[in-house]
Every structure is written in structure tokens, then in C-alpha cells.
């Protein structure tokens, strides 16, 4: 018994969705991700599954009671969409204020639905959208890197007497010195206590430029206890 036609259809959409997604896992690996290539391959292929499953699947069982209705191919690949989440979910690391892995569960979410594409017969848009995302990845990688070689990101704390300096006069000093500030966080002193009060400043500036004539200017500023950062 030979397979039929139908059968290869499948075996051939599987096979695709296993090799686009792979295409874009093997950038992952390359780069050392927590999630590479075997699992994009499987996500795709997996995705892909339940979308031939979705349209071929029940063609036997629909065939023997026509007067069935209400049935929906697409209710079962939209669980897939909704599940990935949880996979992507954990390939995201925090390590203080920085977060990692975003784009791995980007590019994961993005291959389940290359694989459900791919699973409804779509070859085109798979292909157009594999491309496109390993182009992202390679190229928006190299231009963020190069971004991130121009200006860098540090933190700051400011130790100042409570209600004596105000914190745009704190701003100042550093805009004058070319700092911009991207966030502000504040520990106000207990209630009715003259003590101090503690900034804590997200500030970017150029790579090349050193913090070290920012402390000075604000040591010299009156009110000013303390400047520091922490590694």
C-alpha cells in the first residue's frame, strides 16, 4: 500500500516548516542562545503539525456526518499561538535592570506561526518571512551593536540633604556635561527627619566620556553628600 497524495502533502509541509525554522534556530545557536536550533526546529515542526492536523485531520470524520456544523480549522492552531508564550516565557533572563532574551522568544513565537503558515499551504509568506527574520537578526544585531559602541548606559547615586538642593538643579549640572538622563528612582527620607535623601539615575553618554568630571561638578555642588555607582 503506497502513501497517497494527501500523505505527501503533509510529509512535504512538515519537512519545509522544519527547515525554515531551523534556517532561523541555527542564527540563535550560532549566537549562543539559550534556545537554538533544535528548538525552533521543533516549534516549527510542532505548530505545523497541528495546523495540517487542524485541515486534514478530521476529513474522515466529517465525511460520515455531514450534517455536522460549526466545525473551525482554525480553533486548534490558535491554541499554539497562545501556548508558545509559555516556551518563550522561559528563555527571558533578568539580571537587574537588564533583560535578556526578548528576541529568542521573539523569534520563537514568530517560527510557530511560520510553521502554521507553512502547515496551510502558504510556502510563499514562510519563505518571505524566514528571510526577513534572519535578516533582522543579522543585520538590526550588528547596527545595535554598533549603536551600543557609540554611547553606554550608567548608573548613578546622588546622596543630598533633604529639601536643601532640588533635582532639576541636579539634572543641569548633567546636562551640562553632555549626560542624558533616561530614568530617576527616589528614596525619600522617614517623615519629619532633616536627613538625606538618595537619587538613583539611569544616564547615557558617550562611550568615550568618563564619569569622573561629573563627580567632580556635583561634589563641588552644595547640598551634595555623596556621588557613587555600584557594578
Known amino acids: 500500500m503506497g502513501i497517497d497524495h494527501e500523505t505527501w502533502v503533509i510529509i512535504i509541509r512538515l519537512m519545509i516548516a522544519g527547515g525554515l525554522s531551523g534556517l532561523i534556530g541555527l542564527e540563535r545557536e550560532v549566537k549562543r542562545h539559550p534556545a537554538g536550533f533544535r528548538t525552533h526546529l521543533l516549534v516549527g515542526v510542532g505548530s505545523s503539525l497541528m495546523m495540517v492536523l487542524s485541515v486534514f485531520g478530521f476529513e ?6 455531514p450534517n455536522l456544523t460549526g466545525f473551525d ?4 492552531p490558535s491554541y499554539v499561538v497562545s501556548g508558545i508564550g509559555f516556551l518563550g516565557a522561559g528563555t527571558i533572563l533578568v539580571h ?7 528576541t529568542t522568544a521573539a523569534s520563537i513565537w514568530v517560527v510557530a506561526g511560520i510553521g ?3 502547515g496551510i499551504g502558504m510556502y510563499y509568506v514562510a519563505i518571505f518571512a524566514t528571510i526577513l527574520v534572519i535578516l533582522s537578526l543579522i543585520f538590526l544585531n550588528k547596527w545595535e551593536n554598533l549603536f551600543m559602541k557609540v554611547t553606554k548606559t550608567q548608573s548613578l547615586f546622588i546622596l543630598a540633604e533633604y529639601r536643601k538642593i ?3 538643579s541636579i539634572i543641569s549640572v548633567m546636562e551640562d556635561e553632555g549626560i542624558r538622563v533616561e530614568k530617576i528612582t527616589v528614596e525619600d527620607p522617614p517623615d519629619n527627619e532633616d536627613t538625606l535623601i538618595k537619587y538613583h539615575f539611569f544616564v547615557v553618554m558617550p562611550s568615550s566620556r568618563s564619569l569622573i568630571p561629573i563627580y567632580d561638578r556635583l561634589a563641588e555642588t552644595e547640598y551634595v553628600e555623596k556621588v557613587y555607582t555600584v557594578d
Request: hydrophobic share 40%; no cysteine.
Open 60 to 65: 474522515s470524520y466529517l465525511s460520515t456526518h
Open 73 to 76: 480549522p482554525s480553533r486548534l
Open 166 to 168: 532640588t533635582l532639576s
Open 96 to 102: 537587574g535592570v537588564t533583560v535578556r532574551g526578548l
Open 116 to 118: 502554521l503558515v507553512v
